[in-house]
């Protein structure tokens, strides 16, 4: 089945720092790539999602580009705040499933700091 | 509220013990999903239901596991004899679903159900 590694955390940054998460994956064929975010005592959100080549999720000033030669997906924010600190997965479905059920990173924490 | 819910938040419970979870999830949602994720670790997929037809299950759900949806809307997780190896966060997540095979529906996740065997 399809699988993803991402990058361990923590990750600390100062507030306004530029971030980057790597997210690799192994897939068969082309599926649909999710960031989801995880704030404290709360449930997973969908960040943003790319669903085919090329194609960059973007939402809340967080991006993603969906880079097949490189089958990456990783995740950038051009400057952070404190609000961000979070733990954060990258996702894809699991295989051609028509469930839809998804496989998802080990999960990178997010620290900023003021 | 019309997220995605689960009861109760916590469950303490001792070895050997049943627990069942609730999720309610987003009204006209015809999929219905089960992860587990332990600390430090991402979701887990268990179980999958469109609905009241479970139509997936991992291997991870062993037979002390069983899940139900029987009207198509709320689900139940139950756990038998629990074992502190169970101990994790249960989470439930609801979507559309599409017919004719695979797209990329966004699963709305609850907050989850924290569970500790002692």
């Known amino acids: 089945g399809n699988s993803v590694t991402q990058m361990e955390g923590p990750v600390t940054l100062s507030e306004e720092a530029f971030l980057t998460i790597n997210c690799t994956y192994t897939?068969?064929?082309?599926?649909?790539l999710f960031w989801y975010v995880q704030y404290p005592g709360e449930g997973l959100q969908l960040l943003l999602k790319a669903t085919k080549a090329d194609d960059k999720g973007s939402n809340k000033g967080f991006e993603a580009t969906y880079r097949k030669e490189t089958t990456s997906f990783h995740l950038e924010k051009g400057s952070v705040q404190v609000s961000d600190s979070a733990v954060y997965f990258c996702?894809?479905?699991?295989?051609?499933?028509?469930?839809?059920?998804?496989?998802f990173g080990g999960g990178t924490r997010l620290m900023v700091k003021p | 509220d019309t997220g995605v819910s689960q009861n109760p938040r916590h469950k303490i419970t001792k070895r050997g013990q049943n627990v069942t979870f609730r999720c309610d999830p987003i009204?006209?949602?015809?999929?219905l999903y089960w992860y587990r994720q332990t600390l430090g670790q991402g979701p887990e997929f268990l179980t999958y239901f469109q609905n009241e037809a479970q139509l997936e299950k991992s291997r991870l759900l062993s037979d002390r596991f069983s899940a139900e949806r029987p009207k198509g809307s709320f689900s139940t997780l139950e756990i038998q004899r629990t074992e502190q190896g169970d101990s994790a966060m249960y989470l439930c997540a609801s979507s559309l679903g599409a017919s004719g095979g695979a797209t990329s529906r966004e699963q709305f996740f609850g907050p989850g159900t924290r569970l500790t065997v002692l």
């Open positions: 009204s006209e949602h015809n999929r």
């Open positions: 996702a894809l479905p699991r295989g051609n499933n028509a469930g839809n059920m998804l496989t």
């Open positions: 897939a068969t064929g082309y599926p649909s």
